[in-house]
């Protein structure tokens, strides 16, 4: 496929789940991979992977589990966990589970028990629609289009975009994102602070399109996710640098506040 008819099958994506998510929005307002053989061996990482404290008030706590998985703790003690899967888990089980499809490195089939809130990104026969609020914490899904390698098709509205609202902040986790934005997927997002996207460049979105997307969100903090080794997500820092200043965190683990917010960042969290 050359580039120019895999931009038109985007766009004309894009079109098609637009319409479906109006349709299916008219009675709710939102606000403000590896292939299989490919799968790491389930890990569950140490307790001292997370701070022993909650983080204080007015502020949220994001760490880098692995791939496209972090965990999201707010100052009541709600927990997130994003693209929850069999292979990258926190050692805490989340208050709230995010799930996309395109790999099982990103979804379960067997979620803990103790989740109080599991929410897939896509829906059998229809479109994924969740907005729910944990004490502090509101999450609320965007559908986005897939393509199905198996077939060369294109799965309408079968992964999410992920919404996080916190301690006064907007986080997005864009999932196994495959094409750039409508501006019905803008304005269902809503302003964004801090977004977390995959820079692979090969089984989701280019690298190129996703800087693209960066520039249709523009975020304050943006966070590399899902890259396999650090060769894919240099070539990401490289051509994306120059928009915004390059902070690496020597911690898997970093607080965020509204106070504290830089103007723009491309922090890097190291990940496993």
């Not at 080794?229 to 690496?248: D, H, I, M, N, Q």
Request: hydrophobic share 40%; with cysteine; glycine share 6%.
């Amino acid at each position: 496929m050359t580039r120019l008819s895999q931009r038109l099958l985007e766009f004309a994506s894009g079109l098609v789940v637009a319409a479906a998510m109006l349709a299916a929005s008219s009675s709710s307002a939102l606000a403000v991979c590896a292939p299989v053989a490919e799968l790491p061996r389930p890990r569950i990482f140490p307790a001292s992977v997370l701070p022993e404290g909650l983080p204080s008030r007015d502020s949220v706590e994001v760490t880098y589990i692995g791939h496209s998985t972090f965990l999201i703790r707010t100052a009541e003690g709600v927990t997130a966990s994003t693209d929850y899967n069999p292979y990258y888990r926190a050692p805490i089980v989340p208050s709230v589970a995010t799930m996309n499809r395109a790999h099982p490195n990103h979804y379960s089939d067997s979620p803990e028990p103790g989740i109080k809130h599991v929410l897939r990104g896509w829906r059998d026969g229809g479109y994924a629609a969740h907005d729910i609020v944990e004490r502090d914490l509101r999450v609320f899904n965007i559908p986005t289009n897939i393509r199905n390698w198996g077939q060369g098709s294109t799965d309408y509205a079968g992964n999410s975009m992920f919404v996080f609202e916190t301690a006064g902040l907007c986080i997005a986790h864009l999932g196994h994102l495959h094409h750039t934005l409508t501006d019905e997927h803008l304005k269902r997002l809503g302003p964004i602070d801090i977004v977390m996207i995959a820079v692979d460049g090969a089984v989701t979105i280019s690298q190129e399109g996703a800087i693209s997307v960066i520039d249709q969100i523009k975020p304050k903090v943006v966070i590399p996710m899902h890259f396999w080794g650090y060769g894919s997500l240099e070539r990401f820092v490289a051509l994306f640098e120059a928009r915004y200043p390059v902070k690496r965190s020597d911690s898997p683990t970093v607080v965020f506040s509204r106070a504290a917010m830089p103007d723009r960042q491309l922090l890097i969290m190291p990940g496993r």
